[in-house]
């Protein structure tokens, strides 16, 4: 592996500075944390309230699916980077990028691919109607206060197709402001990348908040693809980005409260497409919502809620077009205290829209309803759910989820769950154009897990164990000819299991933190056809993650090292499509300077490991990204 940039020794110089830099500040910290009271010490908190996991405020430590929540003190960590940069770091979650910043990529949670993984923004939906994926790494990570990780298909009974594998929720800043204040942020990393950007919090006494938060960020990135890869040109493929973000809320009185949010991202990706010049391809992205919430007694609420989100993409190549997605969502959610437990309730209308002229219907129509009941009493936890949608495409479908668990005394908890999955084929899926095929089915699947949990003030352990039976699964089946290396088409591979193990385990002593996550999976092909027993592609069958950090108030430092394992990139797992297993090692931090000057450093694959996440596309060796934050309160 080679740095794409002449300056590449300088770059490394400089990453290196950058660490040196914060070691030594890490060191002062150290050397007057004799004089830092307990109270002044920040706690990771272990048992997180989370709304994902159930629609209602609940503790982790109530959830039965297993649920992640990266707050914003660990967003800090990931300056300069995107939420896919995040999310790949998680438990359970595999990936494959083809470039650098800004090029396509797709995650997989739990063996389930992106399109069968929901992504909301405050609550709206986020994704191409075209290909059913959500463009997470467009999605600028400064931007986002929060993100919870719902794993498993019980959201498929709580929010409707798209969730078979999981929710992934991201919360826009500017929901909790407290204070009025103001930062401008600066930063630079390899390959040449700057960033700029600022954001201004008000908050006064009749309870109006106001967070308005905007950036640009560039790149001019890696070489898309190999040398050897077909395409190849040799350039560096940019990108940059304009972002802004906005949440405005008010306190009408003790009962009401309404409030409007928006997320938007304007980039543009420059890729390699053979002898073509300047390819690249313009992208709009985001999302806006604007609710009513009317508490009406104590526990019990109806909110009301609109939202539009948008994915467009114009793309200037000889494979090029302009792909237009839109997504219109109206809900009312009610939930009651009850005398045992809490009940919610709902209904939906959903509009999918995709302005292009490859589609003969460019247009569908989602018309939900669902309940649910959870509680915690004494030693037990309980869910369940049921959700009914109409597709005015491929018609209607019920899910429904169940799960309990058992608190065998303050520290130990075991639980079990069910859930019924769904997800309807996206326009791609459909459009023989595009490796579709306008005769798939739906897919349906049955998910079943169950876990145990040690959690103590110290520390938080799980083991979770998961079996899914996926019929119709919707999958790209390649089958290459001479003629066309490339050929295939998407198919209903009749069925699929997909069973594994996840161990995650964090801690916190003092002011450090340590632990890691493992995950052993199995996603195989069980259709009985030529690919039977074969892996489903990008799904490793190990994968792990081990961390250990240093909090003070003023100073936050992690060093990281993840392992991927060896995987497939295609169904039919030949000896070139094999994917050999890598580990990167990263270190990052923040240091408040002064009371109002602060800095984040991030250093990537320290070790400059040489390794690919798909076949023929580049990944970048060492690199670093470094910012200073100025804040006026």
């Known amino acids: 592996m080679f740095l794409p940039r002449s300056s590449s020794t300088a770059y490394l110089r400089l990453c290196i500075l950058s660490a040196l830099g914060v070691f030594s500040l890490n060191a002062t910290a150290a050397t007057d944390s004799t004089v830092v ?34 707050d914003s003190e660990e967003l800090k960590h990931y300056q300069g980077q995107s939420a896919f940069e995040v999310l790949k770091q998680q438990p359970g979650i595999s990936h494959y990028t083809n470039g650098g910043m800004g090029t396509t990529s797709n995650f997989y949670m739990r063996g389930y691919d992106s399109k069968q993984i929901l992504v909301l923004i405050d609550g709206i939906r986020y994704s191409s109607v075209s290909n059913g994926g959500a463009a997470l790494n467009l999605l600028p990570a400064d931007q986002i206060d929060r993100i919870e990780i719902l794993y498993g298909a019980s959201g498929s009974s709580i929010y409707g197709a798209d969730a078979m ?43 109006t908040t106001l967070s308005l938060s ?7 990135g890696i070489s898309a693809k190999l040398p050897s890869a077909s395409g190849y040109n040799k350039d560096e493929d940019g990108f940059e980005s304009d972002n802004v973000s906005i949440a405005l809320n008010q306190r009408i009185n003790d009962q009401w409260l309404a409030g409007v949010s928006a997320l938007y991202s304007k980039s543009t990706t420059d890729f390699d ?18 609710y009513v ?34 997504q219109d969502q109206i809900s009312l959610l009610g939930q009651h205290q009850l005398s045992i437990g809490q009940g919610f309730y709902g209904i939906e209308y959903l509009n999918q829209s995709l302005d292009s002229s490859a589609y003969e219907i460019d247009d569908r129509d989602v018309t939900s309803a669902f309940f649910g009941y959870v509680f915690d009493i004494n030693q037990f936890d309980a869910q369940a759910n049921l959700r009914y949608d109409d597709n005015s495409q491929y018609g209607d479908e019920t899910t429904y989820n169940l799960g309990g668990a058992y608190h065998i005394n303050p520290d130990w908890r075991i639980g079990t769950s069910y859930a019924k999955g769904f997800r309807a084929p996206t326009f791609n899926d459909i459009y ?65 299991e997909i069973k594994g193990l ?25 259709s009985g056809g030529s690919n039977d027993g074969n892996y489903l592609p990008y799904r490793p069958e190990h994968k792990g993650l081990v961390y250990v950090g240093y909090r003070l108030p003023s100073l936050d430092i992690r060093a990281e090292y993840q392992y991927v394992g060896d995987y497939y990139s295609r169904i039919t797992n030949t000896d070139a499509q094999f994917i ?8 990052s931090g923040s240091y408040e300077l002064t009371d109002n000057l602060s800095m984040t450093a991030r250093l990537n694959n320290i070790t400059n490991e040489s390794y690919i996440t798909d076949i023929g596309y580049n990944t970048d060796g060492t690199n670093f990204f470094t910012s200073l934050t100025y804040n006026w309160h």
């Open 273 to 290: 497409d053979g002898s073509y010049e300047n390819a690249h391809a313009d992208q709009e992205n985001g999302s806006a919502q604007a």
């Open 165 to 207: 594998g999981g929710v992934i929720q991201i919360f826009t800043k500017g929901s909790n402001v407290d204070q009025s204040s103001m930062s401008v942020t600066a930063g630079v990393g390899s390959n040449d990348q700057y960033l700029y950007g600022a954001s201004a919090q008000f908050a006064n006494s009749t309870g």
């Open 502 to 526: 996840t161990l995650t385990s964090d801690w916190t002593v003092d002011n450090y933190l340590f632990g890691g996550s493992y995950d052993y999976q199995q996603a195989e092909d069980n």
């Open 214 to 220: 905007a950036s640009h960020n560039e790149s001019d």
């Open 432 to 496: 023989p154009g595009y490796g579709g095929n306008p005769d798939l089915k739906p897919e349906t699947s049955d998910n079943y897990e169950a876990f145990i949990e040690y959690s103590t003030p110290l520390q938080s352990t799980r083991l979770t164990g998961y079996y899914n039976d996926v019929e119709d699964l919707i999958s790209y089946v390649a089958t290459p000819t001479t003629a066309n290396p490339y050929a295939g088409a998407t198919q209903n591979v009749d069925k699929a």
């Open 580 to 587: 050999d297993n890598y580990g990167l090692l990263n270190i």
């Open 37 to 70: 009271s307990n109270n002044e010490v920040p706690e990771v908190e272990l048992d997180e309230i989370v709304v994902t996991a159930t629609r209602t405020p609940t503790k982790t430590s109530n959830v039965i699916a297993q649920t992640r929540v990266v």
């Open 293 to 326: 919430d009317w508490n009406y007694m104590p526990g019990s609420s109806l909110k009301l809620q609109y939202g539009h989100s948008i994915d467009k993409s114009d793309s200037s190549s000889q494979y090029g077009g302009v792909f237009d997605t839109k």
